[in-house]
């Protein structure tokens, strides 16, 4: 703990605090953008790196990476996807290394990031208790949100440019009761479960990892037998981050294939 | 305020309790397919492996933001 007369609960309240500028709506977390942001970058330029420079001899280690990753993905969005569109191995491969870096950011010692930022705000002339900084931005509902908002926006765009906006509408319309009285039923059913797709995979990645962080917080406040009982929950965690990257992204390239396909 | 917290461990207890109940369930039912299945067809274990380890997360995913939400009811509110 940074300092000693704090209570179990200011530390926790502390540690999930965002950064935040301005108000109401327009409420800005300073630290969820820089953070994905630059984990967005790192993604950028150490891929577009290998691109430059891979020819076909001696590959070095982390074009071996790079190119695991990329046949990996090839290979998911190949037997997932069943249409035809160029768009969908990127961005596949986008949103499962983005989130699996912002992911592996929980990975770093709880008090690491928010103690550096508070010492840098000091220095600063900040008062060092009031200096918040949430360094995991898939922590942040309003990040994953906005990655499955920019999912369900394709999902329309795709549907409408497939089937044409009567094709949508049809879609929605007449399955699964096919009988024009009970049009205005199915409607609800089928725009709940459009709707639901896009919150559930929000949810189900900000549920992991905030529940993921919050119990390296809670163990972080037991002193000094802390460390093993890190050791096992970060053990555990190599197997969660991945893992929901991957499930946000499998369920990405589906929701998008559902939307190609015709009835 | 007595009646509050005791309420609210309840609520924790059934939080944790319930997300427990059925994601027990849902590994006990996918890993015995899972082996009955590798059983029937070992040429089809690796690639049903994947399959079964995507379907864990999103058995896992409900349960963990239960525990979530029951831990952060206890210790920070």
């Known amino acids: ?12 309240t502390h540690h999930l605090t965002n950064w935040s ?22 993604f950028l330029f150490s891929f577009r790196a290998v691109a430059k420079t891979a020819n076909a001899g001696v590959p070095t280690k982390w074009q071996c990476a790079v190119e695991m990753v990329v046949e990996f993905i090839d290979s998911t969005v190949k037997s ?13 491969l986008t949103i499962f290394v983005w989130v699996l870096l912002m992911n592996l950011l929980d990975l770093v010692p709880v008090d690491f990031i928010p103690w550096t930022a508070q010492q840098i705000g000091a220095a600063m002339g900040y008062d060092p208790h009031s200096v918040y900084m949430k360094a995991v931005p898939t922590t942040d ?25 009567g094709g949508f509408i049809k879609e929605l319309t007449t399955q699964p009761f096919n009988t024009p009285w009970l049009y205005w039923f199915n409607f609800i059913l089928e725009v709940v479960a459009l709707l639901a797709k896009p919150l559930s995979l929000a949810l189900r990645l900000f549920g992991n990892l905030y529940a993921g962080e919050l119990i390296f917080i809670l163990i972080a ?26 499930i946000f992204t499998i369920l990405t390239v589906v929701y998008l294939s559902m939307a190609h396909e015709h009835h | 305020m007595e009646m509050v917290l005791g309420l609210k461990l309840i609520a924790v207890a059934l939080l944790i309790g319930l997300g427990a109940l059925g994601t027990a369930i849902g590994f006990g039912t996918l890993g015995g397919k899972f082996l009955e299945s ?40």
């Open chain 1, 221 to 246: 406040m037991t002193g000094l037998y802390q460390l093993p009982m890190h050791f096992v929950w970060a053990v555990f965690h190599l197997l969660v981050i991945p893992l929901q990257a991957f």
């Open chain 1, 80 to 92: 997932t996807f069943h249409g035809k569109n160029p768009l969908i191995a990127p961005l596949a």
């Open chain 2, 38 to 77: 590798a059983a029937r067809q070992p040429e089809l274990a690796p690639s049903l492996q994947g399959k079964m380890f995507v379907v864990a997360g999103l058995i896992d995913a409900i349960a963990m933001i239960g525990v979530a939400i029951a831990l952060y009811m206890l210790f920070a509110m």
């Open chain 1, 21 to 42: 500028v301005g108000e109401g709506f327009w409420t800005v977390h300073v630290d969820t953008l820089g953070w994905s942001i630059f984990m967005g970058l790192i």
């Open chain 1, 141 to 165: 509902l309003n990040m994953t949100i906005a990655l499955a908002l920019g999912v369900f926006i394709l999902m329309i765009y795709y549907s409408i440019k497939m089937k044409g906006i």
């Open chain 1, 1 to 12: 703990m940074a300092s000693g007369e704090l209570t179990s609960k200011d530390y926790i």
